[in-house]
Structures are given as C-alpha cells and as structure tokens.
C-alpha cells in the first residue's frame, strides 16, 4: 500500500511560484501513473496534471498549461509541481494521487494565492 504526502503549499502573490511535493513510502512509484489535482471551496476536484509511469507522458489542464510542470524522481520516490505564475484562481487544496490497480490519494496541501 502507498502512503502519500504531500508538501510545498503556502501563501504567494499572484505572479509567484511554488514547488509542490508528493513523497511516497510503503511502495515505490516507478509503476504508479502520478496526477495532481486540486478542490477549491464549493467546486468540484478536478485534474490539475499527470504523468505516466513509463514513457513520461504528461498532461496539463488548460489552466495551467504553459505555466506548471510535472516531474517525477524514482529515485526519491517523489514526484513534483512546479507552479509558476500563480494566479488567484489557483488558490486550492492540492491532492496528489497514485494509480496502479487501486488509487492513493495524500492529505492534501493548501495553496492561496492573494496579494
């Protein structure tokens, strides 16, 4: 079984950046397809970005596209977000969640951008 955490979250100006942190233990990650997604308040989680566990593929929401990256460290065992150009609308809790057969989810990071 996989055990996530999350890190990285805090408060930023819009225009700032932030590198999210999903560590995992119990199981390594170089099988585990990895996404990040986040919940603002009263909408619904949706998928952020995503990567494969194989050939590296990798996938970004509209949203985000042009401004997060999504990277992967098998070697750590942690796969990362960086977040650039924050805007407001960014400001959410961030879930990372690893997919083989079953999912793992973290608890969670929040992320508020304000000025």
């Known amino acids: 079984q996989v055990q996530l955490v999350e890190s990285g979250g805090g408060l930023v100006q819009p225009g700032g950046s932030l590198r999210l942190s999903c560590e995992a233990s119990?199981?390594?990650?170089?099988?585990?397809?990895i996404g990040w997604f986040r919940q603002a308040p009263g909408k619904e989680r949706e998928r952020v970005s995503f990567?494969?566990?194989?050939?590296?593929?990798?996938y970004y929401a509209d949203s985000v596209k042009g401004r997060f990256t999504i990277s992967r460290d098998n070697a750590k065992n942690t796969v990362y977000l960086q977040m650039n150009s924050l805007k407001f609308e960014d400001t959410a809790v961030y879930y990372c969640?690893?997919?083989?057969?079953?999912?793992?989810w973290g608890q969670g990071t929040q992320v508020t951008v304000s000025s």
């Open positions: 119990g199981s390594t990650l170089d099988d585990y397809a």
């Open positions: 990567i494969s566990s194989s050939d590296g593929y990798t």
């Open positions: 969640n690893a997919h083989l057969i079953e999912d793992y």
